[in-house]
């Protein structure tokens, strides 16, 4: 029997930080909808078990949302964040806020008539001078200036240094499309064990175009460990229809959408890797043989659902190699 077992969140794992917002606005909905429920059996009037239902719902949506919350506000919450400005408006209206409770303004009264005269201007101007100087050192410490424009690079006078050795497969499936962003997993994201002993280590990958807005997957279906004693190729097509048996192109982007936190773009126009459109792509990486026959056939199963199948095997490895080999054989002749 071929079984896939792959990473996932499991029960006794620590929450991330998205999952520990989301479960924290889901309590803080719990306690309103309760408290809802507790009046309407008190029989208080209408709108106090109303609103409190109405405040768990709103909760309750903030929490469903709040990644895209987060993604979206973000990054314009923290530059708001980072004003020396609004610390200092913050500061003054909780000051008037304090100065306006009842023990506040008895402790100063008395502290007025104990200390009359110019003994308690002198006291007073100091304890202020030394609380504002200490605020604005505070405040110079904790947040940081905003970052300065990005000036262009200069012109390297030497060549960048090159790989010493010719890329594999593998190597190229982490360095393809170097003008995309990708998130892959640092484990292996499937594991198939095939009757015979062998096992394949299946890596993804997500590729990401913030300028078209678009979004693809990448498979690397390495050689069986250890290897076939024939070379049909079989345990290669197994697995590609086993990918697309358990959906694996939605298990890649949902994996890393909850984990991963991307945005593209400048300004506000930013956007995340949720509103990107899948093009359709799947490019499979794969170290096996596969006839032509073989790849027809994993090529109409793919189209049955909507997929573009890209095949990157050893012959897409043979011509990189070459050009490896002519881009290092030219800078040795000058």
């Known amino acids: 029997m071929i079984s896939f077992l792959r990473g996932v969140f499991m029960a006794d794992e620590l929450p991330s930080g998205n999952k520990a917002v989301y479960i924290f606005l889901e309590m803080i909905a719990l306690g309103f909808a309760l408290e809802a429920v507790a009046a309407l059996m008190r029989g208080d009037v209408w709108w106090k078990w109303a609103g409190a239902l109405a405040i768990g719902v709103l909760f309750l949506v903030a929490g ?11 990054p314009r919450l923290v530059y708001y964040l980072n004003l020396r400005p609004t610390w200092i408006a913050v500061f003054i209206v909780l000051s008037l806020y304090i100065l306006q409770k009842k023990i506040v303004l008895d402790f100063v ?10 003994i308690g201007y002198a ?4 304890g202020g001078a030394l609380l504002l ?3 604005w050192w505070l405040t110079g410490v904790m947040l940081k200036p ?3 424009p990005l000036q262009p690079a200069a012109k390297q006078t030497t060549a960048p240094k090159e790989d010493d050795k010719p890329p594999t497969l593998l190597d190229l499936f982490r360095k393809d499309f170097p003008n995309m962003m990708k998130a892959s997993d640092n484990e292996d994201a499937y594991i198939m064990h095939s009757p015979d002993g062998s096992t394949l280590k ?24 250890p290897p076939s004693a024939d070379w049909s190729g079989q345990k290669t097509v197994i697995a590609c229809m086993e990918l697309l048996k358990i959906d694996a192109v939605r298990q890649t982007f949902d994996h890393f959408e909850k984990r991963v936190a991307i945005l593209g773009g400048y300004g506000d126009q930013m956007t995340s890797l949720q509103d990107l459109t899948f093009s359709g792509r799947v490019l499979i ?21 909507g997929l573009s199948v890209t095949f990157r095997g050893t012959d897409y490895l043979g011509t990189q190699v070459i050009a490896w080999h002519q881009k290092h054989a030219a800078k040795g002749a000058h």
Request: no cysteine.
């Open 146 to 148: 905003a970052p300065l």
């Open 109 to 118: 009264m008395n502290l007025h008539q104990r200390w009359h005269g110019w």
């Open 64 to 74: 469903v949302k709040s990644q895209k919350i987060i993604l979206k506000l973000g």
């Open 285 to 305: 990486y794969y170290e096996e043989f596969l006839s032509i026959p073989k790849k027809a056939e994993i090529l109409k199963a793919y189209e049955a659902r």
């Open 123 to 126: 006291a007073f101007a100091l």
């Open 202 to 225: 299946i890596k993804r990958q997500t590729y990401m175009d913030f300028d078209a807005k678009t979004k693809f997957v990448g498979f690397y279906i390495p050689m069986p460990t």
């Open 133 to 135: 100087s200490s605020y």
